[in-house]
């Protein structure tokens, strides 16, 4: 077995973290790294002390489970808990963040987006692009 890029290392960890997802819809899970070493992880679920979308079922707003909040945005809580300063890193991610994560992700200066799935919502690639963030498909290398 070949030895992972970076790139496989911490997306294979993001989708370990999706694991731990809450929500019945969706399974998301990320990874924030800088200078290859991990800073936060984060998987959509609810907030602390509130029920689960797996005990109760997803709370529906216009076609959206607003009980859980959504990986990144736990990622970057997680870092804000702790005292772990963001900026610079990259976030490895499951599923392309919907644009609210990405306006938070580019607020934390979060400066690269590796994702593995497309998410239906593009308008947060263009926000990516004018902030100079760089958003890029998960390409697994021809070793794996």
């Not at 984060?42 to 489970?65: A, I, K, Q, R």
């Not at 772990?84 to 499951?94: E, H, N, P, Q, S």
């Amino acid at each position: 077995m070949a030895r992972p890029s970076w790139d496989e290392y911490f997306m294979e960890l993001a989708q370990v973290v999706a694991k731990r997802s809450t929500c019945n819809r969706r399974s998301v899970g990320a990874v924030l790294v800088r200078d290859k070493r991990i800073l936060t992880t984060g998987y959509n679920g609810s907030p602390p002390g509130l029920p689960h979308c797996t005990d109760e079922g997803c709370l529906m707003v216009d076609g959206h489970c607003v009980r859980a909040i959504h990986a990144e945005q736990n990622a970057i809580i997680q870092g804000a808990l702790h005292g772990i300063d963001l900026r610079g890193a990259t976030c490895y991610v499951t599923s392309s963040p919907c644009v609210h994560c990405t306006k938070m992700l580019i607020g934390a200066g979060i400066k690269r987006i590796v994702y593995l799935e497309s998410y239906s919502e593009q308008i947060g690639f263009e926000m990516a692009r004018q902030a100079g963030v760089v958003m890029e498909r998960f390409q697994p290398s021809n070793d794996s």
